[in-house]
């Protein structure tokens, strides 16, 4: 089977919600926590495209277009 890699979008101001969406808390585990379970039971590999995560040990690269 190949690898599948997964990136979590996770950039942008959140200018309309007034606050960072991915730090949302939904069921005691944020949205960032919850996406990144997910995608792990089907991907080799996830990270976060953005600011990264202090509260996650996942590996995160920049996004090109910052806020």
Do not use: N, Y
Not at 3 to 25: H, P, W
Request: proline residues 3%.
């Amino acid at each position: 089977m190949d690898q599948i890699e997964a990136f979590i979008l996770a950039g942008g101001a959140s200018s309309r919600m007034g606050t960072d969406k991915a730090r949302l808390v939904l069921e005691g585990k944020t949205f960032i926590e919850r996406i990144s379970q997910t995608l792990g039971d089907f991907a080799s590999r996830v990270v976060i495209v953005g600011q990264p995560s202090e509260a996650l040990s996942l590996e995160s690269v920049s996004d090109i277009h910052p806020k």
